[in-house]
């Protein structure tokens, strides 16, 4: 029987020899290059923002020119280990700053805007806990909002400033870690800066995991763990190890629940294919860490978390139903490349760019696990990403079922762990015939700049590819839309505290910058009180028994979009069929007597008075 | 001495940024960086260097633990500070930090000097910069200057849709008679209005209002007579575009206490 690999790696001819002085490479000028690619989408966000043209050129150019020539030189055999490991890290820092450009006035994520109360809660009482209403359990995952507020109180940035660094730090964390690790099992940086590249080429990289949320703060310390043991495998500085898996394991059952529970998943799998190689605990086994993991994560949820139960199986028994009923019949199947059911369809070179995006993985995968099975079929760690990576290939199916599609979206960071490793162990990029011998280093970065761009296109709406109108000068002022003015108003003249029934971009709004309660959706039911013309007795009857005092009609389809409801309408969109709601949905609330007090053409509130809500 | 320095340095860097964050109340860019040092670095660098022997580890670990073991620290000491008396206060969270950091480089002197038989190893490869390159890395520097000045700059956007609000809420506590109205213009460019305030058919209060340039507001209030206060009638607040003076432009209204 094979022994199980947790040795060294063995240094390349390419790695430097002690104390030999050695120049940067390639780094400053593709430094150059990155940058400009950077300004080049700033460019096309000017643009966008400025309602001037929403051609996404820009955007493509730029991340060709940001991503291609990196990767480019990572697949070259020249490179030392200090420039593929500054390169990549160039890679992960550029394209968080896409993120950070495409949104520079404020969060307008969904997600971002549901985690921003929490920020302001810890703020103003000191304490964690408290409650939140548009995304109740990450109450329980007090993780990133406490560091956020943290450095809000200690720098005295706002929390979007804070926000920002903290998620820069994580991404700074995951790159370097992601590079370590994969140099770390296949003993090779050659490997190891392909692999973090590929990684960065997941759906989302770019936009959703570099977002102001939960995961995007417990994902890079998960990969950190997973470094952290292959090293404690190596049995040098054992003790030193296992004090920071064990520290940062803490941290992130505490910062999001699914990455827990993927770390939960990732360590035990180690520890059975440990098992199920030797037959007996073999050392580098990490069959205690796994079990801290699990101990501490189902104490959590026992203990502190237990409303995730009830927010996640919803989730994920929808996903298995739709599922179920795609593959029976009884469902349509989604459509892909649609951003919403019976939208029109994203252009065809996009489609063929995403389909060529998963042929050209799949391709690289056989490669790959022949690699894999070959030189590391003795490494547990390889094996369980491999699994992982031909996991990713069946989540793909999931993106059929309308259900199930955000399900297979979220797994995909987590299963592309290993899909990177063994697509980077596929080896392309070492094929070298004598007159071209950079042929394979070009191959391999075209196919990833495929890759990379199919990601980008399944990963985010093209519509919202390229920033939106936010914050738009005009007469020398800078003036916000009304979903963020009304916040504003709401601060001001009505206090924190207020109880509202509102959109789902109107709510966040108002719970991330006017401190209220907004309750949003369908439970309970406001979503049809705001969106229907006629008022039945049982929607007022809703709002008093949740003590929702003031009822925010907006008449923007694009308000009940968490993604898209928080810009500048245009002309040409609300010449659009079918962009505002009819105005019987705000005469409804005319025809009783109550109040309207505020009204700014799309958006009008009422308030239904102090009898059915106290103001605190 | 250079055994010990790395940890003299952050010693001090952590009593300075301490110092910075808590004494300058102003200046968020001054503060930023030494919060990010406190929060962010620090604490992180320093388990590190409890945790590992001098030179045992590359400077990317170093990097990535730093950075990485700090957040993991600050998610878990800010469950401790929740539980404490102190809570999670700018106060407390410097204090705490500051004390691990000292605690923690303490502890790794105390280590390093029993390691004294233990020598380091011996540096990995050095970094040769020439001019070129610190030139080649200024220009990226400026380049991402720019673009992130470029991207936090507000531009024109002649195709966004403006917009005007109207609101109008009854007095505040200690004059409950009163009326509080306002006019806040998000346009594009400079309008005029005419606000008229009536209940039923008696005007209240009608008055144009001078131009309003985008992001300028115009509020007032009104004492109404207790018979108004009181009436069965709510108080209508109409807002007309004096480029379009017959329709109503905005519209809000206030029913009396009790009315609803």
């Known amino acids: 029987m094979s022994a199980i690999s947790t040795a060294a790696p063995v240094q390349p001819r390419t790695e430097v020899v002690a104390n030999e002085a050695h120049g940067l490479g390639w780094l400053p000028a593709l430094a150059v290059c990155a940058a400009g690619g950077v300004l080049i989408i700033v460019l096309g966000d000017g643009f966008s923002r400025a309602t001037q043209s929403s051609a996404q050129a820009l955007f493509w150019i730029g991340l060709a020119v940001l991503y291609v020539p990196v990767v480019f030189r990572l697949a070259r055999p020249a490179p030392l280990r200090e420039e593929r490991l500054l390169l990549t890290l160039l890679l992960g820092l550029c394209l968080y700053l896409v993120k950070v450009m495409h949104d520079p006035f404020g969060f307008t994520y969904g997600d971002e805007l549901a985690h921003v109360p929490n920020v302001n809660s810890i703020l103003r009482t000191h304490e964690l806990f408290h409650a939140n209403s548009i995304l109740p359990v990450t109450t329980y995952y007090p993780g990133l909002e406490s560091l956020a507020a943290a450095l809000s109180s200690l720098s005295g940035l706002s929390p979007f400033g804070a926000g920002l660094v903290v998620i820069g730090a994580a991404r700074l964390v995951i790159v370097i870690a992601l590079f370590l690790l994969f140099e770390r099992l296949t003993g090779s940086s050659r490997v190891a800066g392909l692999a973090a590249a590929t990684y960065m080429t997941n759906a989302n990289f770019l936009f959703f995991s570099a977002q102001f949320s939960y995961e995007s703060l417990a994902l890079p310390l998960l990969v950190m763990i997973l470094f952290a043991y292959t090293e404690w495998r190596s049995r040098e500085l054992q003790p030193s190890w296992s004090v920071v898996i064990l520290l940062s394991t803490c941290a992130v059952v505490v910062t999001h629940h699914m990455s827990s529970y993927a770390l939960c998943a990732l360590l035990i799998g180690v520890s059975l294919a440990y098992l199920i190689h030797a037959g007996d605990r073999q050392q580098g086994d990490p069959y205690w860490f796994a079990m801290f993991a699990l101990l501490a994560t189902a104490g959590w949820l026992i203990f502190v978390a237990r409303a995730t139960l009830g927010y996640l199986t919803p989730v994920i028994t929808g996903a298995f139903a739709s599922t179920i009923h795609t593959l029976s019949g009884e469902a349509a199947p989604r459509q892909l490349f649609a951003p919403t059911p019976g939208a029109a369809g994203a252009p065809l070179l996009e489609r063929v760019t995403g389909i060529a995006s998963v042929l050209l993985l799949a391709a690289a995968f056989l490669f790959g696990l022949r690699a894999a099975w070959r030189g590391h079929r003795d490494d547990p760690v390889v094996m369980v990403l491999t699994v992982a990576a031909a996991g990713f290939f069946g989540t793909l199916a999931l993106r059929f079922a309308p259900a199930a599609w955000e399900t297979a979206n979220r797994a995909s960071e987590f299963l592309f762990l290993g899909l990177a490793l063994v697509v980077a162990l596929s080896g392309l990029d070492r094929w070298s015939p004598a007159r071209l011998p950079w042929l394979g280093g070009g191959l391999t970065a075209a196919c990833l700049a495929i890759v990379f761009a199919g990601g980008t296109i399944a990963g985010w709406s093209p519509d919202l590819r390229l920033a939106q109108p936010y914050r738009i000068n005009a007469g020398g002022k800078g003036i916000e839309p009304e979903g963020r003015q009304l916040a504003s108003w709401v601060i001001r003249r009505l206090g924190p505290g207020r109880h509202f029934a509102a959109s789902s971009s109107d709510a966040r709004l108002l719970a991330s910058y006017a401190q209220a309660i907004a309750i949003e959706g369908e439970s309970p039911n406001v979503k049809d009180v705001l969106q229907t013309s006629t008022l039945p007795g049982w929607e007022l009857a809703l709002l008093r028994r949740n003590r929702l005092r003031y009822v925010v009609i907006d008449r923007r389809r694009s308000s009940f979009d968490n993604l898209a409801g928080y810009f500048f309408a245009t002309k040409q969109q609300l010449a659009t069929a079918g962009a505002l709601y009819p105005s019987a949905v705000v005469d409804k609330f005319d025809r009783v007597r109550v109040s309207r007090i505020y009204d700014s053409g799309n958006v009008v509130v009422f308030d239904l008075g102090p009898r059915l809500a106290p103001l605190r | ?260």
């Not at chain 2, 320093?46 to 620290?73: D, E, H, K, N, Y």
Request: glycine share 8%.
């Open chain 2, 1 to 260: 001495m250079r055994r010990y320095g790395d940890l003299l340095a952050v010693a001090g860097l952590a009593s300075t940024s301490v110092a910075i964050v808590l004494s300058v109340s102003d200046l968020p860019t001054l503060r930023l960086p030494f919060a990010a040092l406190l929060l962010l670095i620090l604490p992180g660098y320093s388990l590190q260097a409890v945790l590992f022997p001098l030179g045992a580890i590359s400077w990317s670990r170093i990097i990535m633990l730093s950075v990485g073991t700090s957040i993991a620290l600050d998610v878990l000491i800010a469950i401790g500070l929740n539980l404490s008396p102190w809570r999670l206060r700018a106060g407390s969270w410097a204090v705490g930090l500051l004390a691990f950091e000292a605690a923690a480089c303490a502890l790794a002197a105390i280590r390093r000097s029993r390691d004294a038989s233990h020598e380091p190893r011996a540096a990995g490869a050095r970094l040769r910069v020439v001019w070129l390159d610190i030139g080649l890395l200024l220009m990226a520097a400026c380049l991402v200057g720019f673009a992130l000045g470029l991207g936090r700059t507000p531009l024109s956007a002649k195709n966004a849709v403006g917009y005007t609000t109207l609101w109008l809420l009854p007095g505040l506590a200690k004059e409950p008679s009163d009326l509080r109205f306002g006019v806040e213009s998000r346009q594009l460019g400079p309008r005029v209005y005419r606000l008229v305030l009536r209940r039923g058919n008696d005007v209240l209060y009608s008055k144009r209002i001078p131009v309003l340039r985008p992001g300028q507001q115009y509020h007032s209030s009104l004492r109404v007579p207790p018979a108004v206060a009181r009436g069965r009638l709510p108080v209508e607040a109409l807002l007309y575009d004096l480029a379009r003076p017959r329709s109503v432009y905005r519209f809000v209204k206030l029913w009396p206490r009790g009315e609803r």
